[in-house]
């Protein structure tokens, strides 16, 4: 099979590709039979188009409109008892095919609105910056800039987005890469943070949030061979505050997702493996909540198929009520023959 992937180069990740090639086999391994979703999980569809493709679900995000996931996006809904009710392909006119999608995806807080990274690349975030609009399912670029990685709504004129910089070979210190502060209505955009992330987008997106009351944002630093970095960044002040948070770093576990609950009094995560989608991964991840007021970590057991494989969870969000989370999934390199999960969206529905 192809895989994609991310090579070091200088001091920051270029594209690459190379053909994994399996050795011939006198006999075929016996199928594999996953065990039962555990009860406390929702593996959302990846079928579409009358079960003819099957969709790469990384992303989540949950909102009072349903739960929106990609590539290619899609919207669910579910009822009190997580059934689904709807489940449809959104027919966005944006050029999603092989190698061209989406995978940072934000919700504003009045689901009207997405923002999505359009990226050329099949295992980053690293593109241009579109707005969706829900009521219509009409697109706007917002900014052609395309080394963009994530970006969350601000208030409904005002959005913060993290861009890696000017990627060049002569420019490995990047003095343009950071947190931009850029209002729709009049196109401006303004530095707030210079922040290099020096894994580059082998960290797959930059998973920083915007707190509750808009006074600051949560930075995961992220680098090579070391645990992340997490701190937060005063908007006003422009003070830094570093929370002394532990994160497991065995087997290039150095990728790290926050996002705040709605009062602030929570961080939830998902410290993962560098290259985790498409890449060549070889740990699972950890998926848990952090106490802003004690920076105690609970872990969370959100592995659907424990006894048969690891599956990476990635990029996990908070449901309405707060009561469960959504998030998106891949797999390790090691994964069985016949391996079908990963690459699914889940549900968790108590946060036990």
Known sequence: MMRSSFGHFGNFWIAGSW??????????PPPYNPPPTPA?????PRAFNNGLDEGM?????????GIFATNPPRQYNIDSSFKITTDSVLPLPLPFMPGLGVIAMRIDPE?????????????VSLGRLEEVSLSNLTTTLLLSDTNISSAVYLSDDSIIYYTYGSITDSNHNRSDAGYYLFIKSTGQKQLLLHHLSNLGPGEVLNGFDISPDHSKIIVPSVGWNRAPIVFEFNLKTHEQDTLPIPFNTSNDRWCLYLRYNHDGSKILYSSYPIQAIEGVPNDGSEVGIIDRATLQKHVLNTNPYPDASTVICLFPDWSPDERSIVYGSAVVVSEPAGQVSGYQATILKTLN
Request: glycine residues 2%.
């Open 19 to 28: 053909l994994l090639m399996a050795g011939c086999s006198a006999s075929l």
């Open 40 to 44: 406390n999980m929702v593996l959302l």
């Open 57 to 65: 679900y990384y992303t989540a995000v949950w909102s009072k409109s």
């Open 111 to 123: 689901a009207k609105h997405l923002l999505c990274i359009l990226t050329p690349w099949p295992d």
